[in-house]
């Protein structure tokens, strides 16, 4: 039986649709404290942004005290060491700040009080002062690449789903958030053997397929003409890799993990085992690899990807017109997060619907959106650590029914 045939049989009515108001959600936040108000001028925005910014602080403090296991080359070489330093005082400036005001806000010093000592054991470690060493380094963990990502797209996505939510109601801290947050963490974390398997795959198994006069002509190409290129010959062999994790049932357990999100914003596109992550990118790799594109346009798309595919799960209501049938959107891709039957096995395509136009699996109602997202029957539990494990013993680990 196909995953999305199991999927819809067990379509069960126990899918909760909670939405909560404000920023936070009052079932699973870290900051649990019943009765406490949590609205604006209540000092819990001011006292959870001070946890954040005190640990990424800190975090970032090891970062400068341990450059050769918690940094990355490519990060080291692309932002200067001036400006880590500068946003690294900003990060604490506002971590202090933060803290103080929660803990003048709040009768509850709890939050407040830890973003402080957070912020305060940072300074106390050496702070933004620490000087910059030359790195020798063979592992390493991306602890850098997380924080400036994690900062960098919580600076664009945050404000951009306050602003033009589609769900006003589901707020930043939403259930699951945790969970998202530390897949985030851990496929940053994680980047040089990612980085490394994604690689090696196409280097090992596809050298036969190189020709070198081939790939001179193809990176002689303008660069825009080439991005497209990647673009169409990556989505193309995403299309399907894709497809064959919705339809072979071992794939499947690994993918289910993305979609066992049952809210959609930025953050649940993080939501990926590394299994799935990892076969998916090599999978990707093998064609840029055999036609020997250009850096540039190959960084151009990097770039590109990194940025739309967590936008198509942000929760944003932008209508996007006949664009939605030229470039995945938010719309598109919310479809391919629903339970709804007529949706099920649908939009597989990262970037481009015709993909799925073509094949016969596209799903893209007029201005109309999903009413739930998820997998029927709820299978996955909402468990970082169970993630890990669950594809390979799904039974055993499959969430008991509520
Ligand atoms: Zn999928
Ligand atoms: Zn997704």
């Known amino acids: 039986m196909r995953p999305g045939q199991v999927r819809y049989s067990l379509r069960s009515s126990n899918r909760k649709q909670h939405y909560h108001t404000g920023v936070g959600d009052g079932s699973q936040s870290a900051s649990a404290h019943p009765g406490e108000p949590r609205h604006i001028g209540s000092g819990w925005i001011s006292g959870v942004l001070s946890v954040i910014l005190g640990a990424m602080g800190l975090a970032g403090v090891f970062c400068f005290l341990f450059p050769e296991i918690l940094t990355t080359p490519e990060v080291r070489d692309a932002v200067p060491l001036e400006y880590l330093r500068a946003l690294l005082h900003l990060v604490l400036v506002a971590a202090f700040v933060l ?97 490394f398997l994604t690689l090696t795959p196409a280097r090992v198994f596809f050298t036969w397929a190189v020709n070198a006069d081939l790939q001179r002509w193809v990176a002689a190409q303008p660069v825009w003409l080439q991005f497209l290129e990647i673009l169409v010959v990556s989505d193309f062999c995403e299309y399907w890799m894709h497809r064959f994790e919705h339809t072979v049932p071992f794939l499947w357990r690994f993918h289910a993990i993305h979609h066992s999100c049952e809210r959609m914003d930025w953050l649940a596109a993080s939501r990926l085992h590394l299994v799935d992550i990892v076969v998916i990118r090599a999978v990707t790799f093998i064609p840029l690899y055999v036609l020997g594109f250009a850096n540039g346009p190959i960084f151009a798309y990097l770039v590109f990807v990194s940025f739309h595919a967590i936008f198509i799960h942000a929760n944003v209501n932008f209508r996007f017109g006949w664009l939605d049938w030229v470039i995945a959107t938010p719309r598109f891709h919310h479809w391919h997060h629903s339970a709804q039957f007529e949706a099920i096995d649908k939009n597989f395509a990262v970037h481009l619907p015709l993909l799925d136009k073509l094949f016969g699996s596209l799903h893209l109602p ?19 650590f169970v993630h890990a494990v669950y594809p390979f013993a799904p039974r055993r680990f499959r969430r008991k029914r509520t």
């Open 366 to 384: 007029r201005q109309e959106w999903p009413a739930t997202y998820g997998i029927a029957g709820n299978p996955v539990p909402e468990n970082f």
């Open 99 to 195: 803290g103080f005001a929660s803990a003048v806000l709040r009768r509850n010093k709890l939050l407040g009080g830890t973003g402080l000592a957070l912020a305060t054991l940072a300074v106390l470690l050496g702070g933004s002062t620490i000087p910059g060493r030359a790195v020798e380094q063979s592992n390493y963990l991306g602890m850098d690449w997380f924080l400036l990502n994690l900062l960098f797209l919580a600076l664009i996505f945050v404000p951009m789903e306050r602003l033009f939510a589609r769900l006003k109601e589901q707020g930043v801290f939403r259930p699951g958030w945790r969970t998202d947050l530390a897949h985030f963490f851990l496929s940053h974390l994680t980047v040089q053997v990612s980085v």
